[in-house]
């Protein structure tokens, strides 16, 4: 999957082929008719005529006999055409690129780089006045060209094309990517720091010092253990940072949606020496960092974001293999780290600095560094006005595939630089950029040697070591802070202990567990909120619907014979520990599924009206087809199956069992034999509410199975019952029929679920 360019795609030029006007001839003198002499004057057009039809019968052969040779070479040719070329550089060749503008001689080692379109907020006054820090404004073609502010220096699109820097050639012109030109400029002027900030923000006490370690070496840096997130869990490759500052509600642009309702805090914590936190991520108040499903889905009407996260609680760590989403709104990044400042060009605005922290964060396990994230170090505020979804649709596709894919890549290489350029390379060919981002990488990269920058040395990889087990002494624990979330419109008590109590043990239970969705309404208006609402409790949850939704992470899927694509979906989950089906028709409590024994099978077995026995005598063709395809599958099962199956069923061959199967659970143990039995099907079409009962029933005896779904409330599918009120019960594990097509219709079901879950007022 390819993320978003910032540009629209041009189409293709146009072939125009050059019609020739064809004359007719002359008549001319009657010619002699004799056979020979008429064959002896159009000879050549004779054998042209016959070569031409033995042509066009060639084509027909081959496409006819050899037709799949044919195309495989067409293929193999047209991908060694398409393929990205990798960008060969002679790095001792690369010359130093000097200032000729009136700042040639300027040093400064502490750097704040901002872009800037519209004339000097109020924000960025401040900002100039912070003591010791030269701030540098990079326009763009939004900028007025009269933009001036004392104290600082402004590079307008003109200086910057002055500047000799091969970056300029990538740059789009109205973007905020051009601060790439800044980053080169402060490096070439004695930068050992740099600040990468947005001009919406004020720094706390005008100090950048106050939480971030400005200093690494030497007098005045803090030599000091720094507190860090467990590595116990090799396969959490990302974290919620907020939550260690107080705001578990909260999530920052960039997370996966997937993740969302991961919002327990820490078990315990490890420790780090401090000396190599090369990036430190600084939390913002006010209007954090979020996306814009959190700030369309979240915003309490007209009204201003100013969440406040609690500025006491220690700074925290990343482990190699752990990443945290990272901004260019308030970012510190010491000489180290200068090369993980490149803001890539080929992919959306709100994407460019996300990619940017996750590639930097694995380049930057080949030095041994890693990242911090520190308390408030900003108040940035919000302007009632936020970008579109579209403008950061890809990370909510990509950002989980992105993760896995840094964490397991490993390089041969021996210097930083190779590292980068062959990662960036990976990347474009993994479809994360494009190769406009391979050749800015290159660009980048030289410039950086042109400017001076010293490549920093390798270290070993921890990634590839064995794990070290953490004894109880190397635990450290902290609790944060659960400050009241007043932007969500809840003013949490003491109460809330309890909620976040029982969450934790809802999760403990399923956190394991797969949620498989089937959506029959539009995916467009739902798709997150049904991810918002089950994806706080289960593992994931895979969405299924009759079309395709690449932008929302929705699969292709057919009800009627849904059955056939979840082994496949079983494959990709080695490790769950089973997997839930649900329709969206229908609600599952799961504060009441505690007690279930997540061994064995679920199904509405106990429910008379979604489970029964039917007479195929009397009934449509539909039934009589069905039961002569279930006899089928039967006598080609295993004796076990079948065994399983016929001590249950009547013998009465003219009765069907039939079941809704809107709800139900396969836990691990039998994830092998339900494959078996869809591969016994075959491409026998039998419905989805004749195969899963034939299924279950083979798999194992009813008396086996946990009855926690008898309880149900299921009533049929009339217009009447659906979504009333008096319907629904937060006491029993499952409600059908309920209908969500709109967010309204969600807000209504979230607000009567809350009777259960009082923490799902937050999603609201």
Known sequence: MLVQDRSTPKSPKSHVRALHSLHPHRFSEPKNLDFSTWFSENLYKIVTISLLIATVAAIFFIRNVSDTAVLVS???????????????INWNSVTLVSDKSSYAFFRSERWIIVSVSNYPTESLRKLVKIKGWQVLAIGNSKTPSDWSLKGAIFLSLEQQANLGFRVVDHLPYDS????????????????????????????????????????????????????QYSHENPNRTIVNPYIHFGQRSVWPRGLPLENVGDIGREEFYTEVFGGKQFIQQGISNGLPDVDSVFYFTRKPGLDAFDIRFDEHAPKVALP????????????????????????PVSVSTMASDVLRGYWAQRLLWELGGYVVVYPPTVHRYDRIESYPFAEEKDLHVNVGRLLKFLVSWRSSKHRLFEKILELSYVMAEEGFWTEKDVKFTAAWLQDLLAVGYQQPRLMSLELDRPSASIGHGDRKEFIPQKLPSVHLGVEETGTVNNEIGNLIRWRKSFGNVVLIMYCSGPVERTALEWRLLYGRIFRTVVILSEQKNAD??????HLDYIYKQLPNIFSRFTSAEGFVFLQDNTILNYWNLLQADMSKLWITNKVSKSWSTVSTSGNSDWFSKQADMVKKVVSMMPVHFQVSYKETISSDQQLLTVCSSDVFYIPRRFITDFTDLVNLVDNLEIHHKVA???FILSMDS????????????YEENHPSSTNSTTSYS???????????????????????????DPLLLELV
């Open 74 to 88: 067409y293929e193999t040719k047209a991908k060694i055409l398409e393929k990205i070329q990798f960008p060969q």
């Open 176 to 227: 905020f990517v051009r601060k790439n030109v800044g980053y080169l400029f402060a490096i070439q002027h004695g930068a050992q720091k740099i600040f990468d900030v947005d001009d919406r923000g004020d720094v706390i006490d005008n100090d950048l010092g106050k939480h971030f370690d400005v200093e690494l070496i030497g007098e005045g840096a803090r030599q000091e253990i720094i507190l």
């Open 320 to 343: 190699q293999g752990t990443m945290v989403p990272l901004n260019s709104f308030n970012t510190l990044f010491h000489s180290s780290a200068f090369w993980g400042l490149m803001l």
């Open 552 to 557: 929302l992470v929705v699969e292709e899927g």
């Open 692 to 694: 899963i009962p034939m």
């Open 702 to 713: 009813p008396q086996n199975y946990d009855p926690v779904l008898r309880r149900m409330i």
């Open 730 to 756: 937060d006491k029993v594990p499952a409600v059908h029929p309920w209908n969500v097509s709109s967010e309204q219709e969600f807000i209504k079901l979230i607000r009567i679920m809350a009777a259960g």
